[in-house]
């Protein structure tokens, strides 16, 4: 069991900054692959970045390649992504996910999920 707690969301407008945060309570936090989801109104949560424990493997969707970047400190037991040139679309609920599976991008391959945090941007 490990706990995730994000924070970070808010409102902004478009072409405006974010850094979300996910924080996680275990000891184990550097083997779990670390992943970013937005659930938009009325949509499906989607993946939206994730890296492996090591840091060193990230992935990321085509709808936020090259603006988002995903990190972790694993001292500190969190993940961050940074979001940059929002958009609109963007806005969702995001949340952070913990998997055992080394590369998963996908909802169903994730074990933990926290809370989620609400960014909105306007336009």
């Known amino acids: 069991q490990v706990q995730l707690a994000e924070s970070g969301g808010g409102l902004v407008q478009a072409g405006g900054s974010l850094r979300l945060s996910c924080t996680a309570s275990g000891r184990r936090f550097s083997t779990y692959t670390m992943g970013w989801f937005r659930q938009a109104p009325g949509k499906e949560r989607e993946f939206v970045a994730r890296?492996?424990?090591?840091?060193?493997?990230?992935t990321y969707a085509d709808s936020v390649k090259g603006r988002f970047t995903i990190s972790r400190d694993n001292a500190k037991a969190t993940v961050y992504l940074q979001m940059n040139s929002l958009k609109p679309e963007d806005t969702a609920v995001y949340y952070c996910a913990a998997s055992t599976i080394f590369f998963a991008t996908m909802t169903s391959q994730y074990n933990y999920w926290g809370q989620g945090t609400q960014v909105t941007v306007s336009s």
């Open positions: 890296n492996t424990w090591s840091g060193s493997s990230t």
